[in-house]
């Protein structure tokens, strides 16, 4: 058990709100991910942080961005939700350093209506 | 972007069967990880790989970083029906960013009717 919960796990949303998704972990691990995984696209990286206020886009950013104000918390804002966005999304930590391993947390399955 | 092109797709086990799936590239990586992920759940690491060569096994799996460092392999011996699930490798690109990781599109492991 790698420490991380997400929340909410399952949200339904209108086109066009905004919505915020949580990732806590509580080992202290400096790099944290979020992913979104699809049908036929496998899990794709949207945003990581490297350290409180250190972040950097992924693959598939635009709509998005994120916070990390704390070491154990890692939030992803989509600023007006679009039906594009449903979707599985996925926490992820790592130590770093020499250790490329990442730990998933539990998801949050997302429905954009 | 760069692709990891994981085979088979699907496959269908019976009991004590052995199974293997691969995954492979154009491109050269310094890490390869093999996770599984069971359905509502986040994908679980299973074997983590740092040497061209290297063969590590965690119980009834065995798994190998390709000479070539463009590819891997996972094996399962004696399958039992737990095994099912999705399996996914994912690279870390040689040169490529701290976390960045590269995943196939996974191989379903379900039970023969």
């Known amino acids: 058990d790698a420490g991380i919960t997400q929340s909410p796990r399952h949200k339904v949303t209108e086109t066009g709100t905004p919505v915020t998704l949580r990732c806590h972990q509580t080992?202290?691990?400096?790099?944290m991910y979020w992913y979104r995984q699809d049908p036929g696209h496998g899990l794709r990286l949207i945003h990581y942080?490297?350290?409180?206020?250190?972040?950097d886009k992924g693959e598939v950013s635009d709509g998005y961005s994120v916070s990390r104000s704390k070491t154990e918390d890692f939030l992803l804002t989509l600023e007006s939700a679009t039906s594009s966005q449903t979707s599985v999304y996925f926490c992820?930590?790592?130590?770093?350093?020499?250790?490329?391993?990442?730990?998933f947390g539990p998801g949050t399955r997302l429905t954009v209506t | 972007g760069q692709q990891l092109n994981q085979s088979p797709q699907s496959m269908f086990i019976q009991e004590g069967e052995d199974v293997s799936m691969n995954c492979t590239s154009s491109?050269?990586?310094?890490?390869w990880l093999w996770y599984k992920q069971d359905p509502g759940e986040g994908p679980v690491l299973l074997i983590a790989?740092?040497?061209?060569?290297e063969l590590t096994s965690n119980g009834r799996l065995t798994a190998q970083f390709g000479i070539t460092r463009k590819d891997s392999f996972l094996n399962i011996s004696a399958s039992i029906p737990s095994d099912v699930g999705i399996y996914f490798c994912?690279?870390?690109?040689?040169?490529?960013?701290?976390?960045?990781?590269?995943f196939g599109k996974g191989t379903k492991l379900s039970v023969k009717p």
């Open positions: 790989l740092y040497k061209a060569g």
């Open positions: 992820a930590i790592s130590y770093g350093g020499a250790s490329y391993e990442q730990y």
């Open positions: 491109s050269i990586f310094n890490t």
């Open positions: 080992e202290n691990h400096r790099y």
């Open positions: 942080s490297y350290g409180v206020k250190d972040t």
């Open positions: 994912a690279g870390q690109l040689y040169g490529g960013s701290q976390g960045n990781l590269i």
